[in-house]
């Protein structure tokens, strides 16, 4: 088995240990991917990067380039919204589990979602600063 595949299954294990489903504890993963990607994008990659709308609040891919002339040619696109999507798609998710809790880690050099159970974060303290030690990253 290689690693991948044994991290795979250890995150399985936990999520139903925690008591998903195998098609919940597949979603979970789906949706980490999405907000991973998401992020990424966020922060910019050599074809754009995803921006809001500061007004509306609505994505737009933008593109940016050097022309020919030496002038800069600057783009916006419509982009759909898949970060509102995957964020709704878990709020419904961990209805089903009110003794648990995600966090979403907006930095894509790392794990873009973790689940903790609520009783592990101590009184008081922020999940920001705990999320990596208490929670279990759903990154591959």
């Known amino acids: 088995m290689s690693r991948k595949q044994e991290r795979i299954a250890y995150i399985y294990n936990r999520l139903t240990s925690l008591g998903f489903d ?9 949706l980490e991917k999405t907000l991973h990607r998401w992020h990424e ?4 990659t050599e074809a754009g990067s995803i921006e809001r709308d500061e ?3 609505k994505p737009f891919f933008r593109r940016q380039w050097q022309g020919l002339n030496g002038t800069w040619n600057d ?3 419509p982009y759909p919204d898949k970060e509102k999507g ?9 209805e089903k589990h009110p003794d648990l809790a995600f966090y979403q880690q907006g930095d894509p050099r790392g794990c873009a ?8 974060l101590p009184e008081g303290k922020d999940i920001n600063a705990l999320y990596s030690s208490i929670g279990l990253a ?3």
């Open 22 to 30: 195998y098609v919940e504890a597949s979603n979970l993963l789906r």
């Open 41 to 44: 994008l966020e922060c910019g």
């Open 55 to 57: 007004q509306t609040g």
């Open 75 to 77: 783009k916006k696109f």
């Open 86 to 94: 995957a964020l709704r798609r878990l709020a419904s998710l961990f």
């Open 113 to 120: 979602l973790y689940v903790y159970r609520k009783a592990d």
């Open 138 to 140: 759903l990154c591959v």
